[in-house]
């Protein structure tokens, strides 16, 4: 059997990501994390560079774009890469957005909210409401 080189399908799997080249994308890692930038190279295993990068974080109605500047993203950290409309609102109307300091006490909060609802049920599993 002999091998022919790569196929056209080939040849669209490689440059998929070609498309999205120097346009503003919005990339979900697999911590949670997400990240926005402009898309300026990539290679095969999806390691992206963005530039002007930030990181979206959000805890209930409050956002906040802490800012990267030039962030390389090795590529099996990604779960998800997609393009922004920039012709849309990038967030609903009702959001409110802070500053970096009062994004992460908003975080903490809510993580210690997370931690004490999870001790609580803890604490009464004995009781068997099931």
């Known amino acids: 059997m002999s091998w022919a080189g790569p196929g056209p399908e080939d040849v669209f799997l490689s440059t998929s990501l070609a498309s999205y080249l120097d346009k503003k994308l919005i ?3 697999r911590d949670g994390r997400k990240l926005l930038g402009i898309l300026r190279s ?3 295993f999806a390691n992206v560079v963005l530039e002007g990068a930030c ?3 959000i805890v209930g109605d409050l956002y906040c774009d802490i800012p990267l ?3 390389v993203i090795r590529g099996e950290n990604v779960v998800l890469i997609g393009e ?3 012709e849309k609102e990038e967030l609903p109307a009702h959001m409110i957005c802070v500053s ?4 992460r006490r908003a975080q903490k ?7 004490l609802k999870g001790s609580m ?3 009464m599993e004995f009781l068997d409401l099931d």
């Not at 970096?100 to 994004?103: D, K, L, S, T, V």
């Not at 909060?109 to 931690?115: I, K, L």
């Open 121 to 123: 049920r803890k604490r």
């Open 55 to 57: 990181e979206r974080v």
């Open 27 to 29: 990339v979900l890692l």
């Open 109 to 115: 909060a809510e993580r210690d909210a997370w931690d």
């Open 42 to 44: 990539f290679d095969q």
């Open 69 to 71: 500047g030039l962030y």
């Open 100 to 103: 970096a300091p009062e994004i």
């Open 84 to 86: 922004l409309d920039l």
